[in-house]
C-alpha cells in the first residue's frame, strides 16, 4: 500500500524561483492537508481540503496556493520561492468524520536559497 | 496565540518513570483530540485519539481530557529509550471540524 506520496522528497530552489510540490492518496480519503514544519514550531496547517473542490486557509497560508485537482490529489505552488519557506512540507489525509487519523506522506525537505 | 500550545521541552525521564505531555487549546468547540510521536527525520504517527472527558488507556500510553479546562494530557508510563521522540498534540477546530491543527509539539528524552 502506497499510502500518501509526496514528489519530490528534497529541492533546492533560489528565491524567486516557482514550484508545485505534489501529493498523492489511495486511501480514498476525502480531507487533504499541506503542514510545514519548522525547527522548534511543531506542524503549521498551511492549507486544507475538507473534500473534493473546497479548500481553506490554515495558519500559515501566505506565498502558498492550493489545488485540489481531484480526491487523489493536493498540490501546493509557491509562485516566488522565499528563504523564509525553507522548511519540511508534510501533506496528509484522513477519511470524513472528526475522528478519524491523519496518514502522512513522508515529506518534502525544501531549501531556498 | 497558538490555538494548540504545547511545552516545547526537552522532558527529561529516566528509564521506567512516567511521562507527563500537556497540551491546551483555544477553540471550547473542539471535539476530537490526538496524540502523535516524530522520531527525528521522520512522519508523524498517530498514538492515541481521546474525544470523552475523562482517561483513555492503551498498553503504557494513556490520554486524559478536560474539555472545561481545554487540557488534553498524555502520560506514558514505564518509560523506554524507545519512547524518545517528539509528541504533537493535535486538535479538530473550525466548522465542519475537519481543520486538524497541532501543536509545537514536546521533545521526549528518556535516558537508560
Known amino acids: 500500500n502506497a499510502g500518501v506520496t509526496q514528489t519530490p522528497k528534497f529541492q533546492v530552489l533560489k528565491t524567486g524561483q516557482s514550484m508545485t510540490l505534489q501529493c498523492a492518496q489511495d486511501?480514498?480519503?476525502?480531507?487533504m492537508y499541506w503542514y510545514r514544519q519548522d525547527p522548534g514550531m511543531g506542524l503549521r496547517l498551511i492549507y486544507y481540503?475538507?473534500?473534493?473542490?473546497?479548500?481553506d486557509k490554515g495558519e500559515v497560508p501566505n506565498g502558498y496556493n492550493v489545488s485540489r485537482l481531484n480526491k487523489r490529489e493536493f498540490s501546493l505552488r509557491l509562485e516566488s520561492a522565499a528563504p523564509s519557506q525553507t522548511s519540511v512540507y508534510f501533506c496528509?489525509?484522513?477519511?470524513?468524520?472528526?475522528?478519524?487519523?491523519?496518514?502522512f506522506g513522508q515529506g518534502t525537505r525544501l531549501t531556498v536559497v | 496565540q497558538k490555538e494548540v500550545e504545547q511545552n516545547s521541552g526537552p522532558l527529561s525521564v529516566p528509564e521506567g518513570a512516567i511521562a507527563s505531555l500537556n497540551c491546551t487549546y483555544s477553540d471550547r468547540g473542539s471535539q476530537s483530540f490526538f496524540w502523535y510521536r516524530q522520531y527525528s527525520g521522520k512522519s508523524p504517527e498517530l498514538i492515541m485519539s481521546?474525544?470523552?472527558?475523562g482517561d483513555k488507556e492503551d498498553g503504557r500510553f494513556t490520554a486524559q481530557l478536560n474539555k472545561a479546562s481545554q487540557y488534553v494530557s498524555l502520560l506514558i508510563r514505564d518509560s523506554q529509550p524507545s519512547d524518545s521522540a517528539t509528541y504533537l498534540c493535535?486538535?479538530?477546530?473550525?466548522?465542519?471540524?475537519?481543520?486538524?491543527?497541532f501543536g509545537t509539539g514536546t521533545r521526549l528524552l528518556v535516558s537508560p
Open positions: 486511501m480514498n480519503h476525502n480531507s
Open positions: 481540503s475538507a473534500s473534493e473542490g473546497t479548500t
Open positions: 496528509a489525509s484522513r477519511a470524513r468524520g472528526e475522528g478519524t487519523e491523519a496518514f
Open positions: 493535535a486538535v479538530n477546530m473550525g466548522g465542519g471540524f475537519q481543520k486538524l491543527v
Open positions: 481521546i474525544y470523552s472527558n
